[in-house]
């Protein structure tokens, strides 16, 4: 919901105290994962409702200014909450939009937590915390190496 983020080596104590702040204020919600859909450059999977996920990125955006989503300007850039499938490259390879997974649709899932994900030295991504909604100072930060 903020992306690009702070790099990994500089992911501090107080960056998630501010993020365990945010979480508290949102409590769980339940999305739909509900249609195939697409941008000139991306394949996603629009999710409804939006407005949860819209007031949470909000939040995150205000808590973190220096960070707008993408490197946007946040007055002109609309946030459109979805789970992206393919960009660039891979928008080339039929099979993504064939694959049988999207006769699986739609799905319903809850939303429970804020996840910090990075690269780490292998390039790989990672979950580095993972910040449970609306559980306030008892939120509960999962480190993984």
């Known amino acids: 919901m903020l992306y690009p983020f702070v790099d990994p080596e500089r992911l501090t104590p ?21 249609r195939m859909a697409s941008w000139p450059d991306t394949v996603y999977v629009a999710v409804e409702p939006t407005a949860p996920f819209t007031r949470l990125q909000r939040d995150l955006q ?3 200014p220096g960070h707008p989503i993408y490197g946007r300007d946040p007055a002109t850039f609309k946030f459109a909450p979805h789970v992206t499938v ?44 993972r910040l449970r909604l609306g559980e306030g100072d008892q939120a509960v930060d999962r480190m993984r190496p």
């Not at 939009?97 to 910090?116: F, H, K, N, Y």
């Open 14 to 34: 107080a960056i998630r105290r501010a993020l365990r702040q945010v979480a508290s204020r949102h409590t769980t919600f339940e999305y739909t994962l509900r």
């Open 62 to 64: 205000g808590t973190f």
């Open 86 to 129: 393919a960009e660039g490259a891979g928008l080339r390879d039929p099979a993504i939009r064939m694959d049988a997974g999207w006769r699986a649709l739609p799905q319903s899932r809850w939303a429970a937590s804020v996840e910090v994900i990075a690269s780490g030295p292998d390039g790989r991504w990672r979950t580095v915390w």
